[in-house]
């Protein structure tokens, strides 16, 4: 509860400061203060000190999964502020209000990993959605920011019409008319044509929120139209919050149905490693690239929701930190090239090795090679998958799905390092080079000691 009602108050305190001041480094620094003080207020929760305590009705409920996943969203938030808070300022002169708007985003964060209802459910989305409609098209002089924000729009509606959709059909399954979790997970007895309905509209709605195939078209066309800065937090921190309030979802209301919707969810994960990586060899520009790379690691972390056991739990949130990280490092670095395309790397190595030596880490991490966070990220995906012991043939696609994924990670290595160029960088500061570091250091650290990440799930109480 402390993270829910912080985030929306310096939300508040974000939008005067653009009225106070003028001065953008006194702007990007209580940004980066009011996330140091969120991530604290959520470490706070995590340990039982709440600050307020309100009734709410049962309508959230804070376990220490959720509160966990809000530190890997809250501390990947802080290092994307570190690195990128400046050329969020550059994008136009609204910088407060673009930090207001992710501050917004992170309450919605923090409300869709602790529902207990669908109606709490539906607004957190919503919280999530309308301030990145705003960030999408904040570049207001850029048709392709504009085309992205609108398309985002109209996607974004759809899918939360068919939500709303799913939800009534819902409510009208349960014996009472109720939108909490547990009645819904009592309403399975009868498996009426509502519940079933309600259930299948809430997959296709939740596969469209996280890019899943065949709900991905919007996906590549609002992240690369999207500036940069920002495509960076959507297909992070926004993606992976949505994620847990998936398997929430199917986990406390479907679970006890999961033969019965277990075979489509299979199918969707094998279309999107499909398609996100296939698609993803033949992109000339690295930012399309990575948002078709983005609908692929979708699909392995959909593996979470096929199983909805043990290790699925674990995994995911192992998944989620890697790559949270090693995607905002890689953004991190491509804000700072002129020339988004693979030739725009070429000899990188060359002119600045600090950056092109941490950028091969995140790149390695993202391809799943052992030593990285990456890696027993996606085994414990895939190890998820095998302990239900009916989806070999989806765990061997998903391996060479992975082996494809090599491919076009190891173009931007080998243009990085094994071709002749001078790319244009920005100017990069030291402390820029130094938190890019620490991020190369967490995500090997996690590929090293993934365990310590995994037991405190078991090990923090509320």
Same mark, same amino acid.
């Given at each position: 509860?402390?993270?829910?009602?912080?985030?929306?108050?310096?939300?508040?305190?974000?939008?005067?400061?653009?009225?106070?001041?003028?001065?953008?480094?006194?702007?990007?620094?209580?940004?980066?203060?009011?996330?140091?003080?969120?991530?604290?207020?959520?470490?706070?929760?995590?340990?039982?000190?709440?600050?307020?305590?309100?009734?709410?009705?049962?309508? @959230? $409920?804070?376990? !220490?999964?959720?509160?966990?996943?809000?530190?890997?969203?809250?501390? +990947? &938030? #802080?290092? %994307? /502020? *570190?690195?990128?808070?400046?050329?969020?300022?550059?994008?136009?002169?609204?910088?407060?209000?673009?930090?207001?708007?992710?501050?917004?985003?992170?309450?919605?964060?923090?409300?869709?990993?602790?529902?207990?209802?669908?109606?709490?459910?539906?607004?957190?989305?919503?919280?999530?959605?309308?301030? @990145? $409609?705003?960030? !999408?098209?904040?570049?207001?002089?850029?048709?392709?920011?504009?085309? +992205? &924000? #609108?398309? %985002? /729009? *109209?996607?974004?509606?759809?899918?939360?019409?068919?939500?709303?959709?799913?939800?009534?059909?819902?409510?009208?399954?349960?014996?009472?008319?109720?939108?909490?979790?547990?009645?819904?997970?009592?309403?399975?007895?009868?498996?009426?044509?509502?519940?079933?309905?309600?259930?299948?509209?809430?997959?296709?709605?939740?596969?469209?929120?996280?890019?899943?195939?065949?709900?991905?078209?919007?996906?590549?066309?609002?992240?690369?139209?999207?500036?940069?800065?920002?495509?960076?937090?959507?297909?992070?921190?926004?993606?992976?919050?949505?994620?847990?309030?998936?398997?929430?979802?199917?986990?406390?209301?479907?679970?006890?149905?999961?033969?019965?919707?277990?075979?489509?969810?299979?199918?969707?994960?094998?279309?999107?490693?499909?398609?996100?990586?296939?698609?993803?060899?033949?992109?000339?520009?690295?930012?399309?690239?990575?948002?078709?790379?983005?609908?692929?690691?979708?699909?392995?972390?959909?593996?979470?929701?096929?199983?909805?056991?043990?290790?699925?739990?674990?995994?995911?949130?192992?998944?989620?930190?890697?790559?949270?990280?090693?995607?905002?490092?890689?953004?991190?670095?491509?804000?700072?090239?002129?020339?988004?395309?693979?030739?725009?790397?070429?000899?990188?190595?060359?002119?600045?090795?600090?950056?092109?030596?941490?950028?091969?880490?995140?790149?390695?991490?993202?391809?799943?090679?052992?030593?990285?966070?990456?890696?027993?990220?996606?085994?414990?995906?895939?190890?998820?998958?095998?302990?239900?012991?009916?989806?070999?043939?989806?765990?061997?696609?998903?391996?060479?799905?992975?082996?494809?994924?090599?491919?076009?990670?190891?173009?931007?290595?080998?243009?990085?390092?094994?071709?002749?160029?001078?790319?244009?960088?920005?100017?990069?500061?030291?402390?820029?080079?130094?938190?890019?570091?620490?991020?190369?250091?967490?995500?090997?650290?996690?590929?090293?000691?993934?365990?310590?990440?995994?037991?405190?799930?078991?090990?923090?109480?509320?």
């Amino acid at each position: 509860m402390n993270a829910i009602i912080f985030s929306a108050v310096w939300g508040i305190v974000m939008m005067f400061s653009g009225v106070l001041s003028n001065n953008k480094k006194t702007i990007q620094a209580t940004a980066i203060v009011g996330l140091i003080l969120l991530f604290i207020v959520n470490l706070l929760d995590l340990g039982g000190n709440h600050f307020i305590n309100i009734d709410l009705h049962n309508m @959230l $409920y804070f376990e !220490t999964f959720g509160l966990l996943f809000n530190a890997i969203a809250f501390g +990947a &938030s #802080l290092l %994307y /502020f *570190l690195l990128s808070s400046s050329d969020i300022l550059k994008v136009g002169v609204n910088g407060a209000e673009y930090f207001a708007l992710i501050f917004f985003v992170l309450c919605g964060v923090s409300i869709v990993t602790s529902f207990n209802t669908l109606l709490m459910l539906f607004l957190g989305i919503e919280i999530i959605s309308i301030p @990145l $409609y705003i960030l !999408t098209g904040a570049d207001k002089r850029d048709l392709k920011s504009n085309e +992205a &924000s #609108l398309k %985002y /729009f *109209l996607m974004g509606a759809f899918s939360t019409g068919l939500m709303l959709l799913g939800i009534t059909f819902l409510y009208g399954a349960t014996a009472n008319g109720s939108f909490f979790l547990d009645d819904i997970a009592a309403a399975k007895t009868s498996l009426s044509p509502l519940y079933i309905i309600g259930l299948l509209l809430l997959l296709v709605s939740m596969s469209f929120k996280v890019s899943a195939a065949p709900f991905h078209f919007w996906t590549p066309d609002v992240y690369d139209g999207a500036p940069t800065v920002f495509t960076s937090f959507m297909a992070t921190i926004v993606k992976a919050a949505v994620f847990i309030a998936f398997i929430r979802l199917f986990g406390d209301a479907f679970g006890d149905t999961i033969q019965r919707w277990q075979i489509f969810v299979a199918i969707i994960i094998a279309a999107t490693l499909f398609i996100g990586n296939i698609t993803a060899v033949f992109q000339q520009s690295v930012k399309r690239m990575l948002a078709y790379s983005s609908i692929a690691q979708a699909g392995f972390m959909l593996f979470a929701l096929l199983t909805l056991n043990t290790f699925a739990k674990e995994g995911i949130i192992l998944y989620t930190a890697a790559y949270s990280i090693a995607t905002i490092g890689i953004f991190a670095v491509l804000i700072k090239m002129k020339d988004y395309s693979f030739e725009g790397f070429n000899g990188l190595a060359k002119h600045h090795p600090t950056i092109a030596a941490v950028t091969t880490i995140f790149l390695l991490s993202l391809a799943g090679i052992p030593l990285t966070a990456g890696f027993f990220a996606k085994y414990y995906m895939l190890a998820a998958a095998l302990q239900t012991g009916k989806f070999l043939w989806l765990v061997i696609f998903a391996v060479l799905c992975a082996a494809i994924s090599v491919y076009y990670y190891f173009r931007i290595i080998q243009a990085m390092y094994f071709k002749e160029g001078e790319p244009q960088v920005l100017e990069t500061t030291l402390s820029f080079r130094v938190v890019l570091i620490v991020l190369s250091i967490i995500i090997i650290l996690l590929g090293i000691f993934p365990q310590w990440l995994i037991n405190q799930i078991y090990y923090l109480y509320l």
